[in-house]
């Protein structure tokens, strides 16, 4: 067993993020960047990954997408052994069910970053299942309906649901991808007779608007969390929101604390909330149970949930952390606002500190490499097509 670090010795600890394949993972590197000490290893199923040129990245390492999860977990108690890693912690919903259905092949279990078990990330993970444990424990949430290709609606459906509804798939996608809302009965029963191809969670659409809760939890209690609202919206209207305002919700953490107490939670996670005009509730939408794209967000904001992680899983106290009430605009929100007014750039200090624009100037490797590739593949297109 390691001995646990004390708050006198320096905060030198490596850390290997094991699924570095994930989109996410640059928005954890942003929060690390600012934490000196910080040794990164990654292990990526991509070979040629923008983040492999990150200045904060100590080394990467590829290995082939062909590993099945016996070679996987040898893989990560090789690079265990060899780089002397402190702390082992997936970032990804693919990768943190992997690790915790073969935790029992790890040969340093105790280097894990805290997380939920199987059941109570698959609970969270499936939005049915989630629906139905909120339901259960008296939590709310829409309400909610199954859909299962192939199978036909019970006649009850129809004179229970309340249009309009929106339907999501029931697992992954993220960024709003999948969600459809129907006004109606016709285009909904066409919808999932022509093309809904996997099951399906059916809800009422709640008038309102998305509210989100970031947190960090062991054993069901929350020892550090922000409250986001959007204040500016993304490509469409079911995509993440590119500009936040930080704020304090007390009414909608109650709601939060409840579902993760019930589940006994360990770890971070990302829930989207509504808030419900018709009731003037808030209703549980979903729960991420992995890290999130504006995590780098909440680091500006004064709570560091991958660090905060890492001190919680090297056994050192700190003291609950306080959030910034503040406005922050991620990449795509930098340059909207930008564009609708050329004269926000004179405001170098909220730039500096509340843009997802810090992390790029400083680490302008990665940004660079996506640019030119994105270029390379769209110029290789066109040619094809001549």
């Known amino acids: 067993m390691r001995s646990k670090k004390s708050k006198s010795e320096p905060f030198n600890t490596s850390v290997l993020i094991p699924d570095g394949e994930s989109h996410l993972l640059i928005y954890v590197i942003n929060c690390f960047s600012q934490i000196p000490g910080i040794s990164l290893y990654v292990m990526s199923s991509l070979k040629h990954n923008a983040v492999r040129f990150s200045r ?5 390492i590829y290995y082939p997408t062909t590993q099945n999860d016996t070679k996987w977990i040898q893989t990560i108690n090789a690079e265990v052994k060899k780089n002397k890693i402190d702390v082992v912690m997936p970032i990804f919903e693919i990768g943190i069910r992997r690790i ?5 092949f790890l040969k340093h279990k105790e280097r894990l970053v805290t997380l939920p078990d199987l059941e109570t990330f698959t609970t969270a993970i499936n939005k049915w299942q989630l629906a139905a444990y909120c339901k259960e424990y008296n939590i709310n949430i829409p309400e909610s309906f199954l859909y299962v290709p192939g199978q036909q609606l019970p006649d ?5 649901i309340i249009f309009p509804v929106i339907v999501k798939p029931l697992e992954g996608f993220g960024g709003g991808i999948g969600i459809e809302v129907f006004n109606n009965q016709h285009d909904l029963s066409k919808y999932l007779t022509e093309k809904a191809d996997r099951h399906t969670i059916i809800q009422n659409f709640i008038k309102g608007y998305d509210i989100d809760c970031s947190i960090l939890a062991v054993n069901g209690k929350i020892i550090a969390y922000t409250i986001q609202k959007g204040y500016l919206q993304g ?7 590119v500009g936040l305002e930080f704020t304090d919700n007390p009414e909608l953490l109650e709601v939060v604390k409840k579902l993760i107490h019930s589940l006994q939670w360990n770890g971070v996670a990302h829930l989207d ?3 419900d005009e018709e009731d003037n509730t808030y209703k549980v939408i979903e729960l991420n149970p992995r890290f999130w794209g504006s995590v780098d967000a909440s680091c ?3 709570i560091n949930f991958p660090h905060l ?3 919680q899983t090297l056994g050192l106290e700190f003291s609950k952390p306080e959030f910034k009430h503040e406005k922050y605009l991620n990449l795509k929100g930098f340059v909207k606002t930008i564009k609708k007014d050329f004269f926000f750039l004179r405001k170098r200090k909220f730039i500096m500190n ?6 790029v100037v400083y680490d302008l490797a990665p940004t660079i490499y996506k640019y030119l590739d994105r270029t390379k593949n769209l110029l290789l297109k066109r040619f094809k097509k001549k």
């Open 354 to 359: 509340n843009t997802q624009f810090r992390f």
């Open 56 to 60: 904060h990245v100590s080394k990467f």
């Open 300 to 302: 500006l904001m004064g």
């Open 273 to 275: 909330l509504r808030y």
């Open 309 to 311: 992680l890492i001190l």
């Open 100 to 104: 915790i259905k073969n935790k029992k």
């Open 156 to 160: 009850t459906f129809f004179t229970s």
């Open 235 to 241: 490509d469409s209207p079911y995509a993440p929101q």
